[in-house]
T-cell receptor, first 115, second 114 residues
Framework: DTGVSQDPRHKITKRGQNVTFRCDPISEHNRLYWYRQTLGQGPEFLTY????????KSRLLSDRFSAERPKGSFSTLEIQRTEQGDSAMYLCASSKAGIFTDTQYFGPGTRLTVL | AQKITQTQPGMFVQEKEAVTLDCTYDTSDPSYGLFWYKQPSSGEMIFLIYQGSYDQQNATEGRYSLNFQKARKSANLVISASQLGDSAMYFC???????????FGSGTQLTVLP
């Protein structure tokens, strides 16, 4: 069973540039999540998809951030006009909808450094 | 607002001994789930164990068990027979009601000593 994959694993960019990250969930999982983790902190929720519908968005997801999941499979997270404060680990997770709750399985993350 | 508190920034344990990592939570919602994840230095979050608020028994998964005390709002992780490979950051997280987002604590860095 293939786990959640993310690409790229590392990204270094200059302030003001746009970056895009990709997440491929576990194949039978219909829910997909994006989190951001800064050094020494736990992950913070950004957004969540069920199939292709974006159902929840955090206030952390400013106008410069956009996420898509066009066919209900892989997802992309784009950050426009990057700022140094965007430097963080971006984690993707997926889950299969359950009756009460569903366990989220995480990918290896994309580490973004904005110079 | 829901909140997760992990009061131990760092813990040390001798190999083969048991260790307890503390987690307290705050929510007024009667329906919630509690999760523990392990994050090695490589960065990937690894799911360890889950406890639902309506579960009558404490969850166990191999060497991991969850000491769930609902009245005290605590969900401590117990690792038995520690191994060197258990050295990592451990995060407690909560999912509340019908919301899908996980709220994480600040983590505990566990170091297993040979």
């Amino acid at each position: 069973d293939t786990g959640v994959s993310q690409d790229p694993r590392h990204k270094i960019t200059k302030r003001g540039q746009n970056v895009t990250f990709r997440c491929d969930p576990i194949s039978e999982h219909n829910r997909l999540y994006w989190y951001r983790q800064t050094l020494g902190q736990g992950p913070e929720f950004l957004t969540y998809f069920q199939n292709e519908a974006q159902l929840e968005k955090s206030r952390l997801l400013s106008d410069r951030f956009s996420a898509e999941r066009p066919k209900g499979s892989f997802s992309t997270l784009e950050i426009q006009r990057t700022e140094q404060g965007d430097s963080a680990m971006y984690l993707c997770a997926s889950s299969k909808a359950g009756i009460f709750t569903d366990t989220q399985y995480f990918g290896p993350g994309t580490r973004l450094t904005v110079l | 607002a829901q909140k997760i508190t992990q009061t131990q920034p760092g813990m040390f344990v001798q190999e083969k001994e048991a260790v307890t990592l503390d987690c307290t939570y705050d929510t007024s919602d009667p329906s919630y789930g509690l999760f523990w994840y392990k994050q090695p230095s490589s960065g990937e979050m690894i799911f360890l164990i889950y406890q639902g608020s309506y579960d009558q028994q404490n969850a166990t998964e191999g060497r991991y068990s969850l000491n769930f005390q609902k009245a005290r709002k605590s969900a401590n992780l117990v690792i038995s027979a520690s191994q060197l490979g258990d050295s990592a950051m451990y995060f407690c997280a909560m999912m509340k009601g019908s919301a899908r987002q996980l709220t994480f604590g600040s983590g505990t860095q566990l170091t297993v000593l040979p």
